[in-house]
């Protein structure tokens, strides 16, 4: 995620974290208030409540009007819809760390269950045995077609259980069966 939005997620969520804020949207969500009705209905001081209205305003999610001396504020109906629909989607939120090293994770994974070239252990999680068959996809190429055999001795070399890292390769679409052949298939596009 670029800075800029990053950083408008991030005080938008700032604005949200404090109890009497998220009270006054709900007071403004049912009708418009006054500095001093927010005040009353809070029990807080007045200058607390400009304050707290302040930041809400920052990030345009109350607006004020004035009427005669005294001036009314309301919740900002198009601000939430906004942020709901453009900011709180799966693939914002996604974005907001893209930034981060995904593969450091894999590698910690590869690092702990591996010894040298050899696996130590097939990982119970499917998160992690995932990681550890992908590594182990990359160990042949993309495109070559192999016997069973062929697949069975060059498993036997990481882990002595080599059938059941083969179904497992199958089972997670990294390994595929074509004619009595098998053939990789790219490991990023496995999954399950």
């Not at 990681?131 to 190429?141: G, Q, S």
Request: hydrophobic fraction near 40%; charged fraction near 30%; include cysteine.
């Amino acid at each position: 995620m670029k800075t800029e939005q990053f950083q408008i997620v991030l005080r938008f969520f700032k604005a949200l974290a404090d109890e009497s804020r998220l009270k006054i949207l709900s007071f403004l969500a049912n009708q418009e208030c006054s500095v001093e009705e927010l005040a009353v209905l809070l029990q807080l001081k007045e200058p607390t409540v400009s304050h707290h209205l302040a930041k809400l305003r920052e990030v345009n999610l109350v607006t004020m009007r004035p009427e005669g001396n005294t001036h009314l504020y309301q919740l900002e109906n198009g601000t939430l819809e906004s942020v709901s629909k453009e900011i709180l989607t799966p693939g914002k939120i996604a974005s907001w760390v893209e930034d981060i090293d995904t593969e450091a994770w894999e590698i910690k994974i590869i690092q702990t269950y591996t010894e040298g070239e050899r696996l130590k252990e097939i990982p119970s999680s499917r998160k992690k045995r995932l990681v550890i068959l992908r590594w182990l996809a990359n160990k042949f190429e993309v495109g070559v077609q192999y016997s069973e055999s062929t697949i069975d001795e060059i498993l036997k070399r990481y882990h002595p259980d080599f059938a059941n890292l083969r179904r497992e390769l199958i089972s997670y679409n990294l390994l595929q069966k074509k004619d009595g052949l098998y053939y990789v298939v790219d490991s990023r596009k496995g999954n399950n």
